[in-house]
């Protein structure tokens, strides 16, 4: 079939944003334990299995049940000093911490949100295991308000709010969910704006502008995952879907990008049902065992499935569906791959279906009998799931409401943010969710002489502040903005408030411009760690590196070759030479070329700075080996003149 022509702006899209960022305080929110990462480094671990009641659940809601059936037993790692009984759920929650609460009144009071009288702390019911307590803790601080953008155009703020972060889920095992307890109680302000609409860079400006405005307070954390949003997408007043865990500006341009297709898509393939008047009833009206006919198989991707004496393949009938599920209305949106997705959130690994079959070794013998055994007509189409009884068994429900539900377009749920910009599903839409008093806290009253001395504190504006690092600095207003967007802002104060010899200016751009290119080759740049980076710029300062050698040193350490700043220094051998040194070495390289200056005069600069690089990256500065060249060969034509 045709592609669509996609058009954003035809699509009437609307986005909410909820913007959650890690608070820089010394300690968590409810406790004394400090706000570090434990990267990986666990001492203890305990294990919970997670129930929610009846109770607790009131009428079953819709996404707490579905989490439920995937439920199993969960792993909580701690560390000493990250965590303690608190995050284990074994002792009561301490006083709020008062730097946290006064932080988002800070915000509060910058987005003229209208504070509360008493601030209570709620409990909100989460059980996907992420918190010990089976809820989070959340405060409201103030509602309404609004985001200057632009200067001009006004944003109106829902709510602000003080949290604590869940524990951090771990790359796990199939027997547990994993989950580390060194984030679980970070203060975390959770910011929820009106829902908006416009381009795509419009509404990324939004996001951009109050990630800014957060931190010109200075107050928050910095570096990837300590900001995330959660974004409700809608369009043509549809459905609304929430993408949780963008994590950066660029990524989220891609889920704009992504969801808007995909929504377009969905919307597309309703049409496609309405013309053909499915009726929803008969998806999925007849499903048969067919693992015997694929036991002698020479489809490998079969045969794998069937190697666990549990696993079982079923076929399902869709009546009317033929050419839909492998339709794609636009580019790479389809219903094939929805349905992939959905039960592979079960723990199957993904569907076939008639629109792509015979194909995987499925032979047209096989089609044909499927097709047979399931009484199909020209018009129908048939999907086969496989995989272990019992997973089988709970994703066939779900499945086939799922397919009839594609029938009304986009279906409200949650899905997750993949780094390279694509959404994935999650799981059904929660509810509004229920909240209830902490008991173990008293209300918090907000005092007005607090408030009145917190409004001498409201963090400049960008532009102000933007300012205010240009002139300290000496900055470019590029530079300034750059510096200040990264997260190596703090460490940038750092290491100029030490440096005598090295100017801002270098400083910064290393910190931003090449930091940067270095990341797009795909290198890690979370290994520049703030000791590294402190150390790197402290050996540039005392001499013993040159300038040529800081990107080199950051590469080498980014791509894991060298652990250490010394030790990359080693490898790269990088140490500096001194003049008498530089001089021999330079003289040498005119002799040898004598004849290309004879021939091009003072042109053989190129050819000659060339040469030199090559013996000494690294370890002279690019413009002082220029400086001696030139003279070098303008001596070297002059004498030759008069001789
Ligand atoms: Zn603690």
Redesign the pocket.
């Known amino acids: 079939m045709i592609l669509m022509k996609f058009d954003f702006d035809s699509l009437k899209v609307k986005v909410g944003f909820e913007i959650h960022q890690q608070l820089d305080t010394k300690n ?1 929110l409810f ?1 004394n ?1 400090k706000c570090e990462e434990a990267n990986g480094s666990y001492d203890n671990n305990f294990i919970r299995i997670l129930r929610p009641t009846k109770s607790e659940l009131g009428n079953f809601d819709r996404a707490a049940i579905f989490e439920h059936t995937k439920m199993n037993t969960i792993k909580y790692y701690s560390k000493v000093g990250l ?2 009984l ?2 284990a759920d074994e002792e009561p929650p301490h006083d709020v911490n008062r730097s946290a609460l006064e932080t988002v009144l800070l915000f509060s009071l910058a987005l003229n949100s209208n504070i509360v009288d008493e601030i209570h702390v709620m409990r909100k019911l989460v059980i996907d295991g992420s918190n010990t307590s089976g809820f989070q803790r959340t405060m409201l601080v103030s509602t309404g308000g609004n985001l200057k953008v632009d200067g001009f155009r006004k944003i109106g703020v829902q709510s602000i709010c003080l949290e604590e972060d869940a524990a951090k889920l771990l790359p796990h095992s199939k027997l547990y969910k994993e989950y580390g307890l060194d984030r679980l ?1 970070i203060p975390l302000v959770e910011i929820a704006l009106e829902p908006i609409s416009g381009k795509p860079d419009e509404i990324v400006n939004v996001a951009l502008t109050l990630g800014r405005l957060l931190r010109s307070s200075k107050r928050v954390s910095r570096g990837l995952g300590s900001i995330r949003q959660d974004v409700n997408i809608s369009v043509n007043d549809g459905k609304v879907v929430e993408v949780k865990g963008v994590q950066q500006l660029s990524q989220l341009v891609k889920v704009l990008d992504y969801e808007t297709k995909r929504q377009y898509g969905l919307i597309k393939i309703a049409e496609e049902f309405e013309k053909r008047n499915i009726d929803d009833g008969f998806i999925g009206d007849r499903i048969q065992d067919i693992t015997y006919l694929f036991k002698d198989s020479s489809s490998t991707i079969l045969k794998k499935i069937l190697k666990d004496a549990n696993s079982i393949l079923l076929s399902i009938r869709l009546r009317g569906l033929n050419g839909l599920i492998g339709y794609e209305p636009i580019n790479g949106i389809r219903l094939g791959k929805e349905l992939g997705e959905f039960v592979r959130f079960f723990g199957l690994g993904g569907i076939f279906h008639s629109d792509e079959l015979p194909k995987y070794g499925v032979t047209v013998k096989d089609v044909e009998n499927i097709k047979e055994l399931l009484g199909l007509s020209n018009s129908d189409a048939f999907l086969i799931i496989g995989g272990n009884e019992k997973k089988i068994n709970i994703v066939l429900e779900p499945l086939i409401r799922r397919i009839r539900e594609f029938k009304h377009g986009v279906v409200a749920e949650t899905r997750s943010a993949t780094m390279d910009g694509s959404t994935i599903f999650s799981r059904p839409r929660a509810g509004s969710s229920r909240m209830y008093p902490e008991t173990d806290i008293l209300p918090i009253p907000v005092e007005s002489v607090l408030l009145d001395d917190l409004k001498q504190k409201i963090p400049l504006s960008w532009n102000d502040l933007i300012r205010q690092i240009m002139k300290k600095y000496e900055l470019n207003i590029k530079l300034s903005e750059h510096i200040f967007d990264s997260q190596y802002y703090d460490i940038f104060e750092k290491i100029v408030s030490t440096s005598k010899n090295i100017t801002p200016t270098f400083i910064a751009s290393k910190l931003t411009e090449d930091v940067v290119s270095l990341s797009r080759n795909n290198l890690d740049k979370s290994l520049l760690t703030d000791d590294i980076l402190i150390e790197v710029f402290d050996n540039l300062e005392k001499g013993f590196i040159a300038k040529e050698s800081v990107t080199l040193i950051f590469e080498k350490i980014m791509k894991k070759e060298s652990k250490s700043v010394k030790e990359a220094i080693n490898s790269l051998n990088l140490i500096k030479i001194n003049d008498d040194e530089l001089h021999k070495i330079l003289d040498k390289i005119l002799n040898d070329n004598a004849h290309v200056i004879k021939e091009k005069g003072i042109n053989s600069i190129g050819a000659l700075m060339g040469k030199s690089m090559i013996m000494l990256r690294g370890k002279v500065d690019g413009y002082k080996i220029n400086e001696y060249l030139k003279q070098k060969i303008e001596r070297f034509i002059n004498d030759e003149f008069f001789k």
Do not use: I, L, N, P
Request: glycine residues 12%.
């Open positions: 968590k406790c334990c965590s303690c608190v995050e109680g």
